[in-house]
């Protein structure tokens, strides 16, 4: 009997980089390019399939992430966003079969390019108060919910995050230590919905070995580059992110 897993090779073409660039966001650039890995991997497998195959290999990840990022995460923000953030993916878990996924990553998508268009047009000065916490909330319910759905919630809940103007390593922690908790929230409604299946675990242990070295690389970045680097790179991707998703709700 063979082993059940995917075989097809362009599968793995897409699937690697996704995994790589999904470790290089648990350095804190999750609300750009680590949004784009279902997508990506979507090219080849159906968006749910490839939010299953990577479960695993985010468990993995998040746990190196919390080992890089121990001593540096604001306790406080995360116990204001850890909430919102699990009613998110009580949300999700219920609309799963319901809602079409393209929708979602449409609506998503649209969400990240007018928030980078606002903060191109309205760039924020030194002395500009941070987001209304209700803000902050509904933000983080829809982190919850679109993690859920694609493992796409680095976008929205960014949106609140960033005016905060943390240092690139809080950030970083602050942002593995939510995701950790999020992340772990979803394996019983993933099982429940049936996309935790021996072929899609089979694949994920294949790629498994990519995610250390992809959290490597982004804790590398995060540990040793400028401020005013990191948060172009974060918009960088934060565009391509929002493009593509973009593009995928409207196929």
């Known amino acids: 009997m063979s082993f059940p897993l995917i075989t097809d090779p362009f599968f793995y073409a897409v699937a690697i980089p996704a995994v790589l660039l999904m470790g290089i966001s648990k350095s804190g650039f999750g609300a750009g390019l680590g949004s784009l890995a279902v997508p990506v991997m979507a090219l080849a497998v159906t968006v749910p399939q490839a939010a299953a195959i990577l479960m695993p290999v985010l468990l993995l990840m998040d746990l190196l992430g919390l080992a890089a990022f121990r001593k540096s995460f604001d306790a406080k923000l995360l116990k204001f966003l850890l909430p919102f953030g699990i009613v998110g993916t009580v949300i999700g878990t219920l609309l799963f079969k319901v809602l079409e996924v393209k929708i979602v990553a449409g609506l998503v998508g649209v969400l990240i390019l007018l928030f980078l268009v606002q903060r191109l047009l309205f760039p924020p000065r030194p002395d500009s108060p941070p987001l209304p916490k209700w803000v902050g909330a509904i933000l983080t319910s829809l982190s919850g919910f679109t993690s ?21 390593l809080v950030f970083a922690s602050t942002m593995a230590y939510f995701f950790f908790f999020i992340n772990l929230a ?6 429940w919905l049936g996309l935790i299946d021996v072929r899609n675990m089979a694949t994920s242990l294949v790629l498994l070995p990519l995610a250390p070295i992809g959290v490597w690389i982004g804790v590398r970045m995060a540990k040793s580059i400028s401020p005013v680097l990191f948060y172009r790179l974060l918009y960088g991707g934060m565009f391509l992110t ?3 998703l973009v593009w995928d709700g409207l196929r």
Request: glycine share 10%; proline share 17%; charged share 10%.
């Open 148 to 168: 859920f759905v694609a493992h796409a919630g680095g976008p929205p809940v960014a949106f609140y995050v960033i005016p905060l103007r943390l240092s690139p």
């Open 186 to 191: 979803k394996w019983i409604p993933y099982a």
């Open 242 to 244: 929002g493009c593509k």
